[in-house]
């Protein structure tokens, strides 16, 4: 892995040994990068206060090994990414503007996809983790995610339900909390439908009516119009002297008759103003048929009118016309059945709820019953490693339980509360010693021994997560003595089937590595190529005894260090 610009290191080269190595330095030499680089390169949150002051962007790139026919090599194949004899290239940019860029193998990504692959690939287990492992939410999600399919198949189930359950729940009281509101809406659609019901409108009528009150309104003017037209197209039969257009027309048609053999051109002449004849003709029957057929009848005009002011009292209330009045009853009446539906459906809402309660009762019995299985397992194992850990007398159990909730789900005979993962709480315990009581982890340890216990639940997650690479920061805080040679001695051992890689201030821890990197800063307090170097021999002694005692050069630390290096040498 190679680190530039990043926190106090300018540019180095991080070579981490297949089994375990050991990452050793003084306090605030960079040594928390070397574990920040990685993060990067596993798709970890950027921050621009990363960048090294000056820089205008630090750059991390790493090869991984990937284990043939992994889900990694699918994903990043998928993704476009070409694999380099067997190993992935992977690189991480971050601006001091903050931007983050991601490539894999040869191919630009996004920094998601590097998270993805890391679940396979690296498990990562750092202080925060430990501090993480003190919540109670966190110790069930670590049970969980031990006892596998056993847990995760009801848990899906129990998931889609609970899901579900709160959307009924949400519906039903969305309905009855608005119960009063509900009820005033459909009181003013009643009555907006019973009025119109009243009337009885009908499509178009508004139309219809406004052009009839226009003739009644107008009946004589139209009516002595009409007859005048009529006697200009067809004369006045009291007055035989008077010239109408009719018989204008049909002597001009006459006129031409007679020569029109002579010029078709004239000839179609004449046939058109035969044609004007037929449509004068026409039109001035139609104005006679009108004018027979004009109602001036004011008691019609009346009604009319007061049609007209029944509809406009719709048309102000309910729409702009009368089609739109009776779009308005439609829609409302759909409304109102719906509301008038509200009874129905909350007795159907409440069935749904009353049913999925016992639903989840069942799958929150099966998660508990899971849970409380695989309890036993998890517990029996971490105790084995914490044996292994210099503390042979300690138990680890877990305390699974419920609350009763008379609002709750019905799990073994009681009624007890529930949440999105169930209805159980768990806590680990420890109990340090024969005849001391099981406590809470976070109360019945000291921070050696809670180290420990959470280093032994890590290394028990590792026989049962299978991925290639383990990263452990400092989980060895708080220990010394006896209990570091023997977490430097069980790292170890989980080395001879994984890479280990560890971040520690433990001379004990170290000396159990099969390589030793140590970060040292520059008089400029920088790390550069040469501050991260791998140590043998007699470096790797000096380092040991700086560790001890604080002094590279101290013959009691130097005795000590090769006394660490001929144990772990023997141990393995």
């Known amino acids: 892995?190679?680190?530039?610009?990043?926190?106090?290191?300018?540019?180095?080269?991080?070579?981490?040994?297949?089994?375990?190595?050991?990452?050793?330095?003084?306090?605030?030499?960079?040594?928390?990068?070397?574990?920040?680089?990685?993060?990067?390169?596993?798709?970890?949150?950027?921050?621009?206060?990363?960048?090294?002051?000056?820089?205008?962007?630090?750059?991390?790139?790493?090869?991984?090994?990937?284990?043939?026919?992994?889900?990694?090599?699918?994903?990043?194949?998928?993704?476009?990414?070409?694999?380099?004899?067997?190993?992935?290239?992977?690189?991480?940019?971050?601006?001091?503007?903050?931007?983050?860029?991601?490539?894999?193998?040869?191919?630009?990504?996004?920094?998601?996809?590097?998270?993805?692959?890391?679940?396979?690939?690296?498990?990562?287990?750092?202080?925060?983790?430990?501090?993480?492992?003190?919540?109670?939410?966190r110790q069930r999600q670590a049970l969980d995610r031990y006892a596998g399919s056993a847990v995760a198949v009801p848990l899906g189930k129990y998931g889609e339900a609970y899901k579900r359950l709160r959307a009924v729940v949400t519906e039903l009281e969305r309905i009855t909390t608005r119960a009063r509101e509900r009820a005033q809406e459909a009181d003013l659609l009643r009555f907006g439908l019973d009025e119109i019901a009243a009337v009885e409108p009908r499509a178009g009528e508004d139309v219809e009516l406004a052009e009839e009150a226009g003739r009644l309104g107008h009946a004589e003017a139209l009516a002595s119009a009409a007859a005048a037209a009529h006697s200009a197209l067809a004369g006045d039969p009291e007055d035989p002297e008077s010239v109408d257009a009719g018989t204008l027309v049909a002597g001009a048609q006459r006129a031409l008759e007679a020569v029109r053999a002579h010029d078709p051109a004239l000839a179609a002449l004449t046939d058109r103003i035969g044609e004007i004849g037929i449509l004068l003709r026409d039109v001035a029957g139609e104005l006679a048929g009108y004018a027979d057929d004009l109602d001036a009848d004011p008691l019609r005009l009346a009604a009319v009118e007061e049609?007209?002011?029944?509809?406009?009292?719709?048309?102000?209330?309910?729409?702009?016309?009368?089609?739109?009045?009776?779009?308005?009853a439609e829609q409302s009446a759909a409304r109102l059945t719906e509301l008038d539906g509200d009874d129905e459906r909350i007795a159907e809402l409440t069935a749904e709820r009353d049913a999925l309660r016992g639903e989840l009762g069942v799958l929150a019995q099966e998660l508990t019953d899971a849970r409380t299985e695989a309890a036993e397992r998890f517990a029996a194992a971490v105790t084995a490693e914490l044996a292994s850990l210099a503390m042979p007398h300690a138990r680890v159990s877990f305390d699974i339980r419920?609350?009763?909730?008379?609002?709750?789900?019905?799990?073994?005979?009681?009624?007890?509360?529930?949440?999105?993962?169930?209805?159980?709480?768990?806590?680990l315990l420890l109990a340090p010693h024969p005849g001391a009581p099981p406590r809470p982890v976070a109360k019945g340890a000291s921070g050696g021994e809670l180290s420990r216990v959470m280093l032994?639940?890590?290394?028990?997650?590792?026989?049962?997560?299978?991925?290639?690479?383990?990263?452990?920061?400092?989980?060895?805080?708080?220990?010394?003595?006896?209990?570091?040679?023997?977490?430097?001695?069980?790292?170890?051992?989980l080395a001879r089937t994984a890479q280990v890689v560890v971040v520690t201030h433990l001379p004990q821890v170290a000396a159990f590595a099969d390589r030793q990197l140590l970060v040292e800063k520059t008089h400029d307090g920088s790390v550069t190529r040469s501050g991260v170097k791998v140590l043998e021999g007699e470096d790797r002694i000096r380092e040991l005894s700086r560790m001890l005692a604080g002094q590279e050069d101290s013959e009691t630390a130097r005795a000590h260090a090769e006394e660490l290096l001929a144990t772990a040498r023997a141990d393995g």
């Not at 596993?42 to 630090?58: E, K, N, P, T």
């Not at 590792?462 to 989980?475: I, K, Q, R, S």
């Open 402 to 427: 419920q609350t009763e909730d008379p609002e709750g789900v019905e799990v073994g005979g009681r009624t007890v509360a529930y949440g999105p993962s169930g209805a159980d709480e768990v806590e």
């Open 307 to 328: 049609r007209r002011a029944a509809l406009t009292g719709l048309i102000r209330k309910y729409g702009e016309d009368v089609s739109a009045v009776l779009a308005w």
């Open 456 to 493: 032994a639940v890590e290394v028990v997650f590792a026989g049962t997560d299978p991925v290639p690479t383990y990263l452990f920061d400092e989980v060895d805080a708080g220990v010394g003595g006896k209990a570091a040679v023997e977490i430097g001695r069980r790292l170890a051992r």
């Open 1 to 137: 892995m190679r680190i530039r610009s990043l926190g106090v290191i300018d540019d180095a080269v991080v070579e981490l040994s297949p089994g375990f190595t050991a990452v050793t330095g003084e306090t605030g030499a960079g040594k928390t990068m070397v574990v920040t680089s990685l993060g990067l390169l596993l798709g970890g949150r950027a921050d621009a206060a990363l960048v090294r002051i000056g820089a205008r962007s630090a750059v991390v790139e790493g090869r991984i090994a990937v284990p043939e026919g992994a889900a990694a090599v699918a994903r990043a194949e998928e993704a476009g990414a070409e694999l380099d004899d067997g190993t992935l290239l992977v690189s991480r940019t971050v601006s001091a503007e903050g931007r983050s860029r991601a490539h894999l193998g040869g191919r630009s990504v996004p920094v998601g996809l590097l998270a993805e692959l890391a679940d396979d690939l690296v498990a990562v287990h750092g202080q925060t983790d430990q501090q993480g492992l003190l919540k109670l939410s």
